[in-house]
């Protein structure tokens, strides 16, 4: 049985982002969201320790300004991000994500 390797809890909701890849600009979904992470379904292709800066769309309609590294990948499925360089305002909304999913 595998260990789980996230720290934070992680919450499912789908939320619209936006990112600028080494091409070109994807839209995409995020499956999952924690405090120091997310998963992206994407078909877009991602290199891993990729650094991707990107924006995701909050349940009050403002987009929060994000950036990750890339830390597994799934060709034709998505990738999942590593938050970096999170603002302590960036890590409150994040929290407060997390909570009004939670607590619904």
């Known amino acids: 049985m595998s260990k789980e390797r996230r720290d934070d809890k992680r919450v499912r909701l789908p939320l619209e982002m936006r990112w600028e890849g080494k091409a070109r600009k ?13 998963y992206i379904e994407s078909i877009a292709q991602v290199e891993m320790g990729e650094r ?9 309609g403002i987009w929060l ?9 799934q060709p034709d499925m998505g990738f ?7 603002s302590e305002q960036d890590r409150d909304t994040l929290a407060w994500l997390v909570g009004y999913v939670r607590d619904g």
């Open 26 to 38: 994807h839209t995409a979904r995020v499956y999952d969201i924690s405090s120091s992470g997310c």
């Open 52 to 60: 991707v800066r990107f924006e995701v769309q909050l349940p009050t």
């Open 80 to 86: 999942a991000l590593r938050f970096s360089d999170l």
């Open 65 to 73: 300004p994000l950036q990750g590294e890339v830390v597994h990948y």
